[in-house]
Nanobody, 122 residues
Framework: QVQLVESGGGLVQPGGSLRLSCAASGNIFSINSMRLRWYRQAPGKERELVADITSGGSTNYAGSVKGRFTISMDKAKKTGYLQMNSLKPEDTAVYYC??????????????WGQGTQVTVSS
């Protein structure tokens, strides 16, 4: 029963930076392994996977953001992050985080939150 809340979005100019946060509530300490994923959804488009990271530290990025975005998680703070640098107008979207993994022997996946709006415009 983990819930996530995204924050950190805003309006920035091209080339700017933002750091998104994904704060978890609930008991995550019983989770054997987990995967944090960041998605985004631009107007008129379907939700797109941006990046993911496992509790073991393995990361993957969409080609459109690789080299500019960095995903991370801090288990002690129960928070995931998406550092976004060199932002482009095409990065404009609502950003969502999602977590899945194993709690004991049970698989879980969090529901979608409200997301946080990122707008890149001059």
């Amino acid at each position: 029963q983990v819930q996530l809340v995204e924050s950190g979005g805003g309006l920035v100019q091209p080339g700017g930076s933002l750091r998104l946060s994904c704060a978890a509530s609930g008991n995550i300490f019983s989770i054997n392994s987990m995967r944090l994923r960041w998605y985004r959804q631009a107007p008129g488009k379907e939700r797109e996977l941006v990046a993911d990271i496992t509790s073991g530290g393995s990361t993957n990025y969409a080609g459109s953001v690789k080299g500019r975005f960095t995903i991370s998680m801090d288990k002690a703070k129960k928070t995931g992050y998406l550092q976004m640098n060199s932002l482009k107008p095409e990065d404009t979207a609502v950003y969502y985080c999602n977590l899945d993994g194993l709690s004991g022997t049970s698989y879980f996946r969090t529901n979608w939150g409200q997301g946080t709006q990122v707008t890149v415009s001059s």
